[in-house]
């Protein structure tokens, strides 16, 4: 609230009465400054707590910050406000609309910093989309305020564009926030339990193309800092193109499509390789769901097929530069050897082979 205070303060009178001038104002001046401050604390203190541990949190902080700073705007505002003998006025407006309207900013921001907590991949653009939206609103409800102002402005426009303005602003906002608090209470359960969630299905020739869309969605960000971007377009030509794929299939491949209720987030391919060892061909999941446990869930449902099945080792080969090595470990897989496989082109796949007793 501090630094916001001292910045629109010594920015606020600099500028002119245009509408221009007053849309930068509200934007620019006020909104970004305000909520910029909020995002600050939300981003470099509440984001960074262990408790801070799944994605409702970013809306709980968030309205808490916002809260916190819509508090001291009050107690200022009425101060000053009570000078003029408008004191009660003043606090009876914000009651019913500055400080709800805190809270619907805060939830549009939270809302994206709290997906941010748990998309890696996608950090920077949703910690930038939730300063955006909160700006946006706040920026929208300022400056249909601020036009009452105006002396450019009749009476009546003013009082039109706030009601049209302002008011519907807020009212949007409002609404946005109750479908976000909706939709981010079922992904914070799926992230407390998230393989109550899932479910593998068999795959046939007719998920050729899904398996195909999702190797395309996941290898760039697996094998990127591995492999060179030629390496890695040759592999999925020569492993992924339909005719190979379903050779597979026919060869007695069994493929599985991993889904999170209806959308599906990875697969994974297993073969018969003797009576009592089955081979993991292919694990891969969506970057926006790892760390969720759908590796493990994955691993898991396919040992206990592999039991009823009378097998007792779950072989796989991983990449000795692939960072999933480690997590093939905690699973009790043990590496028992190593493999340099020429697949043409100039190309190697230089692997580690792991074991695991099942």
């Given at each position: 609230?501090?630094?916001?205070?001292?910045?629109?303060?010594?920015?606020?009178?600099?500028?002119?009465?245009?509408?221009?001038?007053?849309?930068?104002?509200?934007?620019?001046?006020?909104?970004?400054?305000?909520?910029?401050?909020?995002?600050?604390?939300?981003?470099?203190?509440?984001?960074?707590?262990?408790?801070?541990?799944?994605?409702?949190?970013?809306?709980?902080?968030?309205?808490?910050?916002?809260?916190?700073?819509?508090?001291?705007?009050?107690?200022?505002?009425?101060?000053?406000?009570?000078?003029?003998?408008?004191?009660?006025?003043?606090?009876?407006?914000?009651?019913?609309?500055?400080?709800?309207?805190?809270?619907?900013?805060?939830?549009?921001?939270?809302?994206?910093v709290g997906r941010a907590k748990f998309d890696l991949a996608r950090r920077a653009p949703l910690l930038l989309l939730g300063l955006f939206w909160a700006v946006l609103f706040h920026g929208a409800y300022d400056f249909f305020l601020f036009l009452q102002g105006n002396p450019n402005i009749s009476d009546s426009v003013s009082d039109g564009l706030l009601v049209g303005g302002a008011i519907i602003s807020f009212i949007i906002a409002i609404r946005l926030s109750f479908k976000l608090l909706k939709k981010h209470r079922r992904l914070s359960q799926r992230t407390y339990k998230p393989t109550e969630t899932m479910s593998l299905h068999k795959a046939t020739p007719k998920d050729i193309?899904?398996?195909?869309?999702?190797?395309?969605?996941?290898?760039?960000?697996?094998?990127?800092?591995?492999?060179?971007?030629?390496?890695?377009?040759?592999?999925?030509?020569?492993?992924?193109?339909?005719?190979?794929?379903?050779?597979?299939?026919?060869?007695?491949?069994?493929f599985v499509i991993v889904y999170d209720e209806k959308e599906p987030t990875g697969f994974a391919a297993i073969s018969r390789v003797t009576p009592q060892l089955f081979k993991l061909q292919k694990l891969y999941v969506l970057p926006s769901q790892q760390g969720r446990g759908t590796g493990r869930f994955i691993i898991g449902e396919l040992i206990r097929a592999m039991k009823t099945a009378h097998a007792t080792t779950l072989q796989l080969n991983v990449n000795r530069q692939n960072k999933a090595k480690d997590f093939y470990e905690k699973l009790g897989f043990v590496i028992t050897g190593e493999e340099d496989i020429d697949i043409g082109n100039g190309y190697f796949m230089n692997d580690y082979v792991m074991e695991k007793a099942i």
């Open positions: 609230m501090i630094p916001a205070a001292f910045i629109e303060k010594a920015l606020m009178n600099t500028l002119s009465n245009s509408i221009g001038a007053t849309a930068i104002m509200a934007f620019l001046i006020v909104a970004l400054t305000e909520e910029l401050g909020k995002f600050v604390v939300l981003r470099f203190y509440a984001f960074r707590r262990k408790s801070f541990d799944e994605p409702l949190d970013g809306i709980v902080y968030a309205v808490m910050v916002g809260m916190g700073f819509a508090t001291l705007e009050n107690l200022l505002y009425v101060y000053q406000s009570a000078q003029l003998g408008q004191g009660y006025q003043v606090a009876f407006l914000r009651m019913f609309l500055a400080v709800p309207a805190h809270a619907t900013f805060a939830v549009l921001m939270g809302y994206h193309a899904l398996i195909r869309d999702l190797t395309s969605r996941i290898w760039p960000a697996t094998y990127a800092s591995i492999l060179s971007k030629p390496q890695i377009d040759y592999m999925l030509d020569l492993m992924y193109n339909e005719k190979t794929l379903l050779e597979q299939m026919k060869n007695g491949d069994e």
